[in-house]
């Protein structure tokens, strides 16, 4: 029996994909990863025993699954930073305790809120200016009324 050689081979692995380390290789793995790692096993599957019509259908349905949740968490995302930002500017006229980003503690009124994002990871943060100090929403402590 003859056998047949491979002729190439590509090394793909969630961490290349996704740049960072898991303990679950897979967790972080998108549509064109999951794509790559797909045309991969069709290329070099065996030819005299060929994947299952049912696998692949399977795993085009997993693709689907994976790019509905991919858009899902993006949606979730940016209704979360809107809705932080809603909050922030609720706050302008009002008193508040809390942690400044230089970690000392303010008390005061918000005068004013700032968008920041990060030009590493692209994280938008919003924040609010009490008394000249910054401070991240979510380390306001107290929102005091009247």
Known sequence: MSSIAQTSTTDFTATQQSGKTNKDPYNDLGTE??????????????????MDNAAMVQQIGEIRQISATDSLTSSLSSLSDNQELVTASGLIGRTVTGLATDSTEVEGTV????????????????????????????????????
């Open 33 to 50: 990863g999951f794509l790559k790692l797909l045309i991969n096993e069709l290329q070099n599957q065996d030819p005299l025993n060929p």
């Open 111 to 146: 005068d004013s809120v700032t968008v920041e994002t990060n030009a590493d990871t692209n994280l938008r943060s919003v924040k609010v200016i009490v008394g000249g100090k910054t401070m991240e929403v979510k380390n306001i402590r107290e929102i005091v009324t009247g």
